[in-house]
C-alpha cells in the first residue's frame, strides 16, 4: 500500500513538476534517439544504480536513479527526460545528512571518467 502510495505522489509531481531549468547545469547528454524509461533502467543496472524514489521531479522527466559511492556518504544521482538528455550530480546522500542534501552543500558536477562511463552504458 506504501509503494503504491509513494509511486501516485511521485506521478503527481511529475505532472506538477517545475522547469528543469535548474538542472540545465548538470545536463550530460542526449541519447538520441531516446531510448525507453525500462531501457535505461536496465542498461544502468551493472553500474549499480536504482530507482530514486523520493527524489524532486522536474516537467518532462520521466525516469531518475541514484548510485551510492563506495565512500558512503555521497550519491550519483541522474535524471533521464523524455527529449532523451541525461542530467545528473554527485551529492551527499539524503539519508546520511538530510539537511546537507536539501542546501545542495558539497554537490558537484560530474567528472568525464564518469560521464564517459555513462555514456557507453546508455549509449550501446
Known sequence: MIFKLVR???????FFGGSKDCEAKYRLFQIKPPITAG???????PLCYQYNTFSH??????????RLDPDGRHQYHL???????VTG???VDWAVD?????????????????I???KCALTK
Open 57 to 66: 521531479a522536474f516537467k518532462g522527466q520521466i525516469w531518475t536513479v541514484r
Open 98 to 114: 538530510a539537511t546537507a542534501h536539501n542546501k545542495s552543500s558539497d554537490i558537484r558536477k560530474l567528472t568525464r571518467e564518469e
Open 116 to 118: 564517459r562511463e555513462l
Open 8 to 14: 501516485w505522489t511521485r506521478q503527481l509531481r511529475i
Open 89 to 91: 550530480h554527485w551529492e
Open 79 to 85: 535524471r533521464y527526460y523524455k527529449d532523451g538528455w
Open 39 to 45: 531501457e535505461f533502467r536496465l542498461r544502468l543496472i
